[in-house]
């Protein structure tokens, strides 16, 4: 079993950044992609960005590419999400995944954690 807690969500003002954070733990975290996922109100949970277990490559959605950024620390387990020149259709809860890196482009990891929220204000 893999566990994710997600950190760093808040409310922020249109153009500014946040960086969101994944704390993993459980069997071998540092042998999985890792990726982002955002659920916006009365919308579809939608991917985010990925990022390999080695972190030498990554892949945005169209929506979120050269304002986000991911990153991984193994040595941490940790994820983050560097989120900048937000907009207020980046609001959404924001969650962290595990699995192989196709199985998260793909939209279906494993493992799940239970979500931040971010609100981007006008």
């Known amino acids: 079993q893999v566990q994710l807690v997600e950190s760093g969500g808040g409310l922020v003002q249109a153009g500014g950044s946040l960086r969101l954070s994944c704390a993993a733990s459980g069997r071998t975290v540092s042998s999985y992609a890792m990726g982002w996922f955002r659920q916006a109100p009365g919308k579809e949970r939608e991917f985010v960005a990925t990022?390999?277990?080695?972190?030498?490559?990554?892949y945005y959605a169209d929506s979120v590419k050269g304002r986000f950024t991911i990153s991984r620390d193994n040595a941490k387990n940790t994820v983050y999400l560097q989120m900048n020149s937000l907009k207020p259709e980046d609001t959404a809860v924001y969650y962290c995944?595990?699995?192989?890196?196709?199985?998260?482009?793909?939209?279906?990891?494993?493992?799940w954690g239970k979500g931040t929220l971010v609100t981007v204000s006008s």
């Open positions: 990022i390999t277990w080695t972190g030498y490559n990554t």
């Open positions: 995944a595990a699995d192989s890196f196709r199985t998260v482009i793909a939209g279906v990891p494993d493992y």
